[in-house]
């Protein structure tokens, strides 16, 4: 196991270059170039070692030893590698698709099975399902070894980019059993827990969220989860305190710094404190998006002897071109149909993987037998064709069946 995570980490930071091309305006060029004659080298060296362990020069624990040893360096070899200039892209959207580099790694590790393949294939499509066999094979492998905490984590996050979050609790449990002092972690597990409950933060997850900051003040995802705890149960005062404490942790100036500031002095306006005489203005990036689909959801009568009135139906959009996670994703249940749905940001499970990041989307209708929002033989679906982010009057027919 520890290869396989030395080995993921590497291919992490790897496949960190391709998710944040589309939020970093800039050319592809040497770091990739860069990494490519690393991993060549990685690989001429590597056919040595099985050289020479194959003709027996080389004892097995030598051989393991060397390889650990040569794939630490590649390791390090990327993480040196100096970042190409670009524009800021903000802490709310790198932060998030740091989040999901562990999804990221884990698709490409199964995927292509090794570092050289993804060089030659920085472009393969990944489909759903194929994603779906990559977490159930991280699944077996966790009930293998129970006590790797990492894993854990990397399955839970993965769960929750799915969608799967109850299974994403269970992962984060585990986890947080094994590492209870983490607050990384108990972000995370307080996210995915609020999620599971039709993302309310009140009660468990805002105590996890407490004891991340008990453990580290600053923490900014879990001051920022405060903050919307607070800012939900209309405590705006303590709202505008815990995001308050973000501001000395980005950089000045910055584009986060002004949306962070511009959240706090609306929390403050509406708290009725700092001065504020003009009316609360929305928060920047809730008035920047207008990216919001809607339609209709009506099941076939053909299939409708297929579907009991208690199956779920989820609602998800995904980028017309892009990666395969879900953008924005809403659930209801077949007794509901036909179902009027709106997607918007607000339904984003990442705020940097959102329908505002892609201009054109696929709205997929399923019937779930099993209750997750992964399909399954037997589920019955239907999908739009490519439609703006801001699409209305989107007519979707629950027609068919997967295999």
Known sequence: MTLFWLTGAALAVLALVLVLRPLLAQRAGGPVS???ANISIYRDQLRELEGDLAAGTLAQADYERARAELEARLLEDVREQPAP??????????????????VVALVVYFAVGNPAALVRQPEAHISPQQVEAMV???????????????GWKLLGRSYAALGRFDQAV????????????????LADFADVLAMARDQKLDGEPEKLVR??????????????????????????AAAAAYWQRMLPNVQPGSED????????????ALAGIGGEAAKPQAPKAAQASKAAVRGTVTLSPQLKSKASPDDTVYVFARAA??????????????????????????????????????PKVVVTARVSKS?????????????SGPVANDAGAVNIVIDSQVR
């Not at 947080?176 to 990384?184: L, S």
């Not at 500031?261 to 609306?266: A, F, I, L, S």
Request: net charge neutral; proline share 9%.
């Open 371 to 383: 209750g997750n929002a992964a399909p399954q033989a037997g589920d019955l679906q239907g999908a």
């Open 85 to 102: 200039a670009a524009r800021p892209a903000g802490w709310l959207p790198v932060i998030a698709t740091v989040a999901l580099v562990p």
């Open 170 to 185: 269970d992962a984060f449990a585990k986890a947080a059993a094994g590492a209870p002092r983490d607050p990384d972690l």
């Open 136 to 150: 159930q094979r991280l699944a077996d492998k966790m009930r293998a070894n129970p006590n790797d905490i990492e």
């Open 211 to 236: 004891r991340a900051l008990e453990l580290d003040p600053n923490h900014l995802k879990s001051l920022a989860l405060a903050g919307t705890a607070a800012y939900e149960r209309k405590d705006y």
């Open 257 to 268: 710094a002004r949306v962070i500031q511009q959240n706090v002095n609306e929390a403050r």
């Open 321 to 358: 071109e892009g990666p395969p996670l879900p953008l924005a994703i809403a659930r209801t249940r077949v007794r509901d149909l036909p179902y009027s749905f709106q997607l918007d940001d607000s339904m984003a499970m990442n705020p940097a993987m959102n329908l505002s990041a892609f």
């Open 34 to 36: 860069r990494t490519a």
